[in-house]
């Protein structure tokens, strides 16, 4: 394998179900949170696993996709949760990610990579997936929420800031130093390309 392998990325629907298990099932991140955060908040935590991944499998089957996975042939290697910000009620509550205006913007707001296909270029093609969806959408914006790894080199489930500013993000609220709020603008770059 390679930084620049091959994967395929798909939205996360019903049928794909069986491959996201695999993936969060060996992770003792994912596994208790379901990406549940940013649609119930801390109250994850007070709810047994199963019952957080009873909800985000609900969340699937009703649609619409909640999310991208990346495969490395049929195994799932990589996962992020992109959707409208609305459906993310949890990050409204938050004083360090609330709303910066009241554009209805898109959210990246979870990433995850299998450990041993770290720094191989996953979260990248990931990132460049989520934006092709937003921009399918209409978003006029793909907001996300990483860790600033240049002032605190903590562990996240949301991605570096560093990664998201090479794939063209750009910071618009900095309410806490470590914890950027990075959007790419569809009509800027729009504008900027003529």
């Known amino acids: 394998m390679t930084a620049?392998?091959?994967l395929s990325i798909r939205p996360l629907t019903p049928d794909l179900w069986p491959a996201l298990e695999d993936l969060f099932g060996d992770s003792a991140v994912c596994s208790p949170c379901w990406c549940m955060y940013g649609r119930i908040g801390r109250s994850y935590r007070k709810?047994?696993?199963?019952e957080n991944k009873a909800a985000f499998r609900q969340a699937v089957q009703h649609g619409p996709p909640p999310g991208l996975l990346a495969f490395d042939g049929d195994m799932a290697v990589g996962w992020c949760q992109v959707t409208p910000r609305d459906a993310?009620?949890?990050?409204d509550r938050l004083w360090q990610l609330k709303r910066v205006d009241d554009r209805p913007v898109w959210s990246l707001s979870c990433l995850y990579v299998r450990k041993q296909y770290r720094r191989r270029g996953v979260t990248s093609q990931l990132i460049a997936q989520a934006l092709e969806i937003?921009?399918?959408a209409n978003a006029p914006t793909l907001e996300a929420y990483p860790f600033d790894a240049e002032i605190s080199p903590s562990a996240s489930?949301?991605?570096n800031a560093s990664t998201f500013a090479r794939a063209?993000?750009?910071v618009v609220a900095?309410?806490?130093?470590?914890?950027?709020?990075m959007r790419y603008d569809f009509k800027q770059i729009a504008d900027y390309r003529l």
């Open 47 to 50: 709810r047994p696993g199963e």
């Open 174 to 181: 900095r309410r806490t130093p470590a914890r950027p709020i």
């Open 157 to 159: 489930g949301s991605g």
């Open 168 to 170: 063209g993000f750009r």
């Open 88 to 91: 993310l009620p949890w990050l």
């Open 4 to 6: 620049d392998m091959e």
């Open 134 to 136: 937003a921009r399918r």
